[in-house]
């Protein structure tokens, strides 16, 4: 998602207020908690107009709740004008915005007013919250969707930053990771689902993003699904098969973009001799060939997919597999910043967490979808186009975040996000 | 089609080598037929990158029966060495090619030499067909492909052209047109259709590109079709509501394309005074509202759609609503070459011919399409990227070249194909 | 020169009408005898912005004659009003232009139409300059520039058409050339010039452009000049060296510059095994070590010189040097076509014909220049922004086009004209 | 001249070392008072490649101390070795360099240690220079070397932040400016000076760049000279005689260049509905017609002067003006930093100081110029192409910098340097 694209689905009541306020101090307090080990420089610089410096989005973070809650709600004075200008990202309905490949120019306001920024909004907010009036209140729905709104920066702040600082030719720590689990991942293994008529979408209680809904049937043959993300080794093949060299394996699109651009490996990969080694935010370290392949494109993935003899799964596909399963994985919260070995054991693995996972899916309307009225709803419908979906969040992902319904989406040639592979096949 | 990106149906049987022979009589006749108002400068200018010159139309579907018939079949000589890679499009297992965007720069060989290189390839596939050793020829779908092939390059000489004389200052004309027909177009309706599980894709006898299979079924919820494709009348009125102007009824990409590229109509539209006139084969002429719009992107059906408060249709809806029609309509055997109004009467008109039809549907693999092996069969799938899918032919597609499964597809910027809209509704 | 900027000097007396009518036969018909051996479809190839077509140049150097000598004698209606914006080139106080990069894709009018063209206007201007009215006419000035302005445009027809045909993978044959004489170059010598205050500039009788003149004093330091132009070997000489690979020879803009587009050595050269060949005129032969290299941008004779310990003249030295010297060598009318080794003996050899030799000297205006008034004058001066002067003449120069005094130029990076280096050193 | 590129002048002799230390001191002081109004993030931040972070900046200039003086006089470690690479400009002989555009994506190292790095190399550098063993030191030019070329800095500081800041919507103040001092300009005079054969180039004692030698005689025509720079007034008033809109005043070049970047007038100027108001380091204020125009680019003045019925100076005319004058004027000493009104009286005003003035010429090489050996003086000369002279230090040179020989140096579009105008005459 290039940002937060969201709007609350109009089936699902948000939680009261007090809930919502002990929540809000939650995702506030994790936003500046993965801006803790940054100076205020690193919060500040933009590596290319994908990417945003930390200090834009803390600032866009705490914008989005004093615009559609605070100025809402009435009786409160902007913190600065200027900012509902500098910090809109795309709301067209909100007013112009400033230049998004101009973000990392603007060397004011610095962290220092930007951090004061949220804490002037944070106590609005909680105050406000907290008291009698919010109860009820229409707005309330839209602070829980600001509170998601925020967890999709939390991620992007750390895919940003690692673009930011894997391209200096420091290649600088971010933070200190822990050591890697070891192991290998487990075989390789295929699972059946039967052909059936299967419902779609999100449908159940609790928040979701309104293009996972209208909830919905359809069509879905038979096909299979692969029981773990694909490994740094297995994709190493590709590579040493001279994968990048032979234009049959690959999209058209893809194969003159990887030309262009002279891609040979995913995001991140270094020849060091004979060796690999790959940048994290814990630095540089050598590639672990156990570790779910990860920052690498749409077209990488179908060109792999190809290599395999497989296809990547269509998100439907995707979700029927999924919508069983627990949310659980290598999320944020484990702290280890990059994806980890799948478990050994039955089922499919990996399905929550580590990488996002490219589906063969365009990023379409659901059938009856229409965006809600106004500037909150105006907005997820105008990025379906030329984007392609993921699925099942990743290392950088808050565990509350994502469910089998989400989808994410990012256009054919995006590396920067932790995206990975998950095969699927055709059942003859 | 950027081009003929085809490979025969497996499961469809050839015509007779004598058949096949007349077929190819006529559909090279056809060819130069269109050539035929062209001075050997026009048949070598290439306007842009996705246009290609006449001539090299005119060489590269000859290539097509000498490297996929001729070569296979043993026994001849290469009429020139260098035409291999000349005439080559994008077969990689064929080899390199010629770069796309310097086709134009071939002064040389000459539209002379090209028209040699016809007929000695006429003679030899001719020969050959009538001969006795055809008969049975597991060449002889390569031959009907090809066949295909070249009538979607008699479509693409007729927009190529037309974009190559309708950026000279001069706007020349192809040819003098017939008047057109005068009258108003009926008003719209909107047909319903129910929800239901609908067999997609080509099924019966006859030949279908790959792309067109394998037929299948798929849960199509219920929808209504517009009665008729929008007019010139509907689109100017969107124009003059301020609709280029209005971000919000605009995909995000579609809005930032036509800022950056200054699109504020059709392609082919200028304003006169207070009036509007528009380019065509025959010439510049004023707009006539009766007629379908055409020379539009998708971007610009899609923002028409919204306006109106409808949506494009989806490619199986289309198909849906085509499967039981005649596939009878303004195709190029008219000679009209510009889209028509509508008849008055009841039911769907248009659905054939006049404009191609954008649909919101990515262009993506149907269930369990593989391509074929090979050369031929290697690159259709290549293309379900970034592309969307148009459904019905135009009034520059030969009539007995579309059907109703037939996928043209074009990227959402592409403007200068005979593309049209039909808008369509979600059923509440 | 881009192309003709040119203006007559005002101290210079114009030939009679008979004379200059019998002078406009002869260049009219070289220019036509350059385009025979072209097909229309080589006359209206462009290659590169910098480049026009055979076609455009016959049309512009006619709607010279047309626009500033019958448009303003009066009393004639214009062949074709579309002309006077198609084929003006950059005059604005004529008016608008047609955009130089688009030239190419103008199929009409075509090139049997532009030779209708220039028919018509050689009758109409032939009936003017051979009847009573134009002795005396104060538009004769005019006619003997528009007959220089031609012969600047036959020099790049050739230049032009051997990009064209020189960037297509057949390597076509403009026409077949004579077998190139053998023989060694003669050893290089430098002679010396004295310390002094010279004369520059056009100041005798004769045509002129006004870009020649005032002509004035200037002070020369002692310099010294080779003998005769760098060869190829020479060239090469410093092409295995590791000439293109080390930054110190070279200007920090032409080291950006080759690294950017890749250029390893002259334009047309090409590496063959362990052998150079080179696309002439003639088509693709040998690279032979005794011709003067050629198809050199200024930084590659810059860092040429450098290598060799020496540096380019400024264009007072050259003019120093060659203004005693008959104006005599390897021009067009040798139909080589290509530069010939320089013959052996005494004094400065080449210094006209064969190659334009780059000098160091921005392309400025002399002290006291002023552009005479109107369209004809308005435009030498626009240009002195940029470019570097080279001076001498080459093998497609026409012999009579040329003198000591002849400021050509082009920007730093140009290598599709016959340029060359002479090198020059510092008195100690 | 886009960053220092300077050597010593073999004819001039250093000062001693307890001298230099002092004049370390105090240039080194100098730079951190410039840099003490702005916050880490205003350092970091680079808005276009031809502008550096202040935070380079700083890194660079200590870089040469330790590159040139520390690491050549032996017995240092560097304080980082990655630094040799990040903070080399473009020294080749030094080795290869951070991309000149991705300056301001090095978030790390930090400002702090940046201020440490100087700190540490002020440390060694004064250690040594006050010391028994610096006296008589060969590397005591390069010292002297490295204080002028800090200076150069301290002006790109300046013009570098007034560019990033200038681009921010903001539009923030550096820091609060004086009041500028009122009054009308003087009228425009031109004083006349005699032809004559000149010495031209640094000749007396004192430092100079390489590139202001050798010094040599030229011939120097009769020419006049404005006695103060061109006001804000006067080119409003070329401006609103739609001195943008008119060809025939431009080089052919400069109106492609402003047509293509939309130049409508001068850097830092904004319509605020019938005024004009301009950014300076203090901020917005209302456009003073008595002061000179500054931020233009070489194009704009040379079409002013055309405007103008003048020319611009060449640099020999300008320096045999400028030669006797003392060096006095508004420099960055006077804190002002925007320059000033000229002050009334006889004499050429405003020689130095206030704005550096364009030149008509070419940034070449003086007659027998060779750069030094090594890497001191490799790099002069490599600038020497496509760049004008400028002449006299602006409002935020150092006093002590600039003299009558000096060469200032851009590319023709330039305009954020403190850029004006002069305007000079032919002699009749």
């Known amino acids: 998602m290039t940002e937060a694209a969201a709007a609350e689905s109009p089936a699902t009541g948000s939680l009261p207020a007090r809930a919502l306020a002990e929540r809000y101090r939650a995702v506030r307090a994790a936003t500046e908690r993965l801006r803790a080990p940054l100076s205020p420089e690193d919060c500040a610089v933009q590596s290319m107009p994908d990417a945003s410096p930390t200090k834009w989005h803390l600032a866009h973070t705490t914008w989005f709740f004093e615009t559609f809650v605070l100025e809402r709600k009435g009786g409160e004075r902007p913190f600065d004008p200027s900012y509902r200008f500098l910090f809109n990202s ?15 120019l603007l060397s004011r306001p610095g962290l220092e007013e930007v951090l004061r920024y949220r804490a002037a909004v944070d106590e609005r907010m909680l105050a406000w919250l907290e008291g009698a009036e919010a109860d009820g209140s229409s707005l309330l729905s839209a602070v829980e969707l600001g509170l998601h709104h925020e967890q999709q920066h939390q991620e992007l702040i750390l895919t940003d930053v690692k673009h930011a600082l894997g391209g200096s030719p420091l290649r600088p720590v971010y ?89 040979r490996a995913p995001l991140y990969w270094e020849r060091d001799g004979g060796a690999w080694r790959t940048f994290t935010l814990g630095g540089m370290r050598p590639l672990r060939p156990e570790e779910p392949v990860t920052h690498v494109s749409y ?20 979700e029927v597999a999924a919508a069983p399963a627990p949310v659980e994985g290598n999320f944020v919260e484990s702290d280890r910043l990059h994806p980890a070995p799948a478990p050994a054991g039955p089922g499919l693995a990996q399905l ?21 009225p106004g500037a909150l709803g105006e907005y997820n419908g105008k990025f379906m186009c030329n984007q392609r979906v993921l699925r099942g969040g990743s ?33 003859a």
Do not use: K, M
Not at 360 to 368: E, F, K, Q, T, V
């Open 175 to 263: 933070r200190e990771l822990p050591e890697a689990p070891g192991g290998a991942a487990p075989p390789l293994r295929f699972e059946r689902f039967e052909e059936g008529v299967r419902w779609i979408g999100h449908g159940g209680r609790g928040f979701a993003f309104d293009n996972e809904g209208p909830r919905h049937r359809a069509l879905v043959p038979a096909f299979e699904l692969a029981s773990r993300c694909a490994t740094n080794e297995e994709y190493l093949a590709f590579v040493e098969d001279g994968g990048y060299e032979r234009p049959e394996l690959w999209l058209s699109d893809g194969f003159a973009w990887q030309r262009a651009e002279g891609v």
């Open 90 to 104: 795309y709301y067209n309905a909100v007013g112009p915005q400033h230049l998004r490949a101009e973000r990392g």
């Open 395 to 427: 290392c950088a992902t808050p565990a509350s975040h994502v469910r089998a319904s989400y989808r994410n989406f990012f256009p054919p040639p995006a590396r920067w996000q932790y995206s990975g592979i998950r095969l699927a096949r055709d059942v």
């Open 299 to 318: 077209y990488e993935a179908a060109a792999f997919a190809e290599w395999a003899g497989a296809r990547l799964p269509s998100e439907e596909e995707w």
């Open 352 to 372: 929550f967490g580590d990488v996002w996972e490219w589906t063969r899916s365009d990023y379409a309307p659901y059938p009856g979808y229409r965006p809600a």
